[in-house]
């Protein structure tokens, strides 16, 4: 006879981070092993003070975690993100399946943010771009940053219908710019390491002071001789941009105007790289990392919930998960602006994990990306509410977030039991 346990998660009011730690307390795994792990994660990025506190509520009693940041950045980069948690997953010597779990929290977390900043909707309510058209290259998988001006295929900008009235005069000019909408950008840091300055000091550079398409508002600007105006249709010399780019404007180059002859190369003077750009000369350039916003507890939460699961031994495959997941509603405001309940990183796990969720039943958020990421790394069966036993009830942990809401702000976890042979 075995004993096989099974996690039933319950996130009828949303679930956070901090609230799957401190229900998986309430489950009974060591309080003093979860805080430490936690306050461990979080020294490389500044400390953390992590207190327990005991609430009774009209549902019982529950478990909040008071957590107090002591000095962070707002961001973190990814790779930043991976190596502390690296160091942290070895200092708690966790075991290779919850190893696992941790790590894929924080991927889940990172291709998220990728997808949000690729998405435009990290703008919503800050300002709006209107797209007049569509970039076409042969660029699929990686686009040059300065492409070779005899390079092979077509290039060229098709505005929608309702904007080709606008190229009317545009053929008397020799020269376009094309401003492009980067939709493939993968976050932003606001210090970046040219490539070609491996080695050298300093190593970085303020975003604004390079090229880099990884940027707040992810916009482009490239330089294009016109070949031919066919319909709606700007044939161009070589474009660095990827195939289907949005184009958000068009404009004619002037020579007596922008061909003037000021400015300098700043810190690129004298740089062979700078001479592969002006000659057209294939090369790469290494990627920007992804940036964690609003992220800089991230660490602790993944390691409390990893050190949480280990303590009281749930295995990865025995884990349910009540459908539908409430996500909240109205408007979150964060260092993007004002921007719709889920969260634009909420939104892309939602959809990629395919997590099935209900909007409601508050206007507010309820459902955070580093708790859609930890119900996606679990890879729970998704059963719907009500639909029947799965097994004995032998403990309950609830998990209190910090808001005063109605019904109560807390998330659920049933530990129950079945015997098998």
């Given at each position: 006879?075995?004993?096989?346990?099974?996690?039933?998660?319950?996130?009828?009011?949303?679930?956070?981070?901090?609230?799957?730690?401190?229900?998986?307390?309430?489950?009974?795994?060591?309080?003093?092993a979860?805080?430490?792990?936690?306050?461990?994660?979080?020294?490389?990025?500044?400390?953390?003070?992590?207190?327990?506190?005991?609430?009774?509520?009209?549902?019982g009693?529950?478990?909040?975690?008071?957590?107090?940041?002591?000095?962070?950045?707002?961001?973190?980069?990814?790779?930043?993100?991976?190596?502390?948690?690296?160091?942290?997953?070895?200092?708690?010597?966790?075991?290779?399946?919850?190893?696992?779990?941790?790590?894929?929290?924080?991927?889940?977390?990172?291709?998220?943010?990728?997808?949000?900043?690729?998405?435009?909707?990290?703008?919503?309510?800050?300002?709006?771009?209107?797209?007049?058209?569509?970039?076409?290259?042969?660029?699929?998988?990686?686009?040059?940053?300065?492409?070779?001006?005899?390079?092979?295929?077509?290039?060229?900008?098709?505005?929608?219908?309702?904007?080709?009235?606008?190229?009317?005069?545009?053929?008397?000019?020799?020269?376009?710019?094309?401003?492009?909408?980067?939709?493939?950008?993968?976050?932003?840091?606001?210090?970046?390491?040219?490539?070609?300055?491996?080695?050298?000091?300093?190593?970085?550079?303020?975003?604004?002071?390079?090229?880099?398409?990884?940027?707040?508002?992810?916009?482009?600007?490239?330089?294009?001789?016109?070949?031919?105006?066919?319909?709606?249709?700007?044939?161009?010399?070589?474009?660095?941009?990827?195939?289907?780019?949005?184009?958000?404007?068009?404009?004619?180059?002037?020579?007596?105007?922008?061909?003037?002859?000021?400015?300098?190369n700043?810190?690129?003077?004298?740089?062979?790289?700078?001479?592969?750009?002006?000659?057209?000369?294939?090369?790469?350039h290494?990627?920007?990392?992804?940036?964690?916003?609003?992220?800089?507890?991230?660490?602790?939460?993944?390691?409390g919930?990893?050190?949480?699961?280990?303590?009281?031994?749930?295995?990865?495959?025995?884990?349910?998960?009540?459908?539908?997941?409430?996500?909240?509603?109205?408007?979150?405001?964060f260092?993007?602006?004002?921007?719709?309940?889920?969260?634009?990183?909420?939104?892309a796990?939602?959809?990629?994990?395919?997590?099935?969720?209900?909007?409601?039943?508050?206007?507010?958020?309820?459902?955070?990306?580093?708790?859609?990421?930890?119900?996606?790394?679990?890879?729970?069966?998704?059963?719907?509410?009500?639909?029947?036993a799965?097994?004995?009830?032998?403990?309950?942990?609830?998990?209190?977030?910090?808001?005063?809401?109605?019904?109560?702000?807390?998330?659920?976890?049933?530990?129950?039991?079945?015997?098998?042979?």
């Amino acid at each position: 006879m075995s004993v096989q346990k099974t996690l039933i998660v319950d996130p009828r009011m949303g679930m956070a981070g901090d609230m799957f730690s401190a229900a998986l307390i309430g489950l009974g795994a060591p309080a003093d092993a979860v805080i430490g792990a936690m306050k461990r994660a979080a020294l490389p990025i500044g400390g953390a003070d992590v207190r327990v506190e005991q609430v009774e509520t009209d549902e019982g009693p529950g478990i909040h975690l008071r957590i107090s940041l002591e000095s962070n950045s707002p961001h973190l980069a990814a790779g930043d993100a991976r190596r502390y948690l690296e160091a942290a997953i070895g200092e708690e010597d966790l075991s290779q399946k919850y190893a696992h779990f941790a790590r894929q929290t924080l991927e889940t977390l990172v291709a998220a943010e990728r997808e949000a900043h690729s998405s435009g909707r990290l703008d919503f309510g800050t300002l709006t771009v209107t797209p007049v058209g569509i970039a076409h290259t042969p660029y699929s998988h990686e686009a040059p940053n300065q492409p070779e001006q005899k390079a092979s295929g077509t290039f060229y900008v098709e505005l929608f219908p309702e904007f080709a009235a606008g190229l009317d005069g545009l053929d008397s000019f020799l020269d376009v710019y094309v401003v492009s909408y980067l939709h493939r950008s993968s976050g932003y840091s606001m210090t970046v390491t040219p490539p070609w300055r491996e080695g050298e000091s300093p190593k970085r550079v303020g975003l604004f002071a390079s090229r880099s398409p990884n940027r707040p508002s992810p916009l482009g600007i490239t330089v294009a001789e016109i070949k031919k105006i066919e319909g709606n249709r700007i044939y161009t010399s070589p474009l660095d941009l990827f195939d289907g780019t949005p184009v958000v404007d068009i404009k004619p180059h002037i020579r007596s105007l922008d061909d003037a002859e000021i400015g300098n190369n700043g810190w690129l003077a004298d740089s062979d790289h700078l001479r592969l750009h002006k000659e057209g000369i294939p090369h790469s350039h290494a990627g920007e990392e992804a940036v964690l916003h609003e992220a800089q507890d991230i660490l602790l939460d993944v390691m409390g919930a990893a050190k949480g699961l280990e303590s009281i031994g749930i295995e990865p495959e025995n884990v349910v998960c009540l459908t539908p997941v409430s996500v909240g509603g109205g408007t979150i405001t964060f260092s993007h602006g004002t921007l719709p309940v889920p969260a634009p990183a909420v939104t892309a796990i939602l959809k990629r994990h395919h997590i099935p969720h209900v909007s409601g039943p508050v206007d507010a958020e309820l459902l955070t990306p580093t708790g859609a990421a930890i119900l996606a790394a679990l890879r729970p069966r998704w059963q719907c509410r009500g639909m029947g036993a799965m097994g004995k009830p032998v403990a309950v942990g609830l998990g209190l977030g910090t808001r005063k809401l109605t019904p109560l702000n807390g998330l659920r976890l049933t530990l129950a039991s079945d015997v098998g042979r």
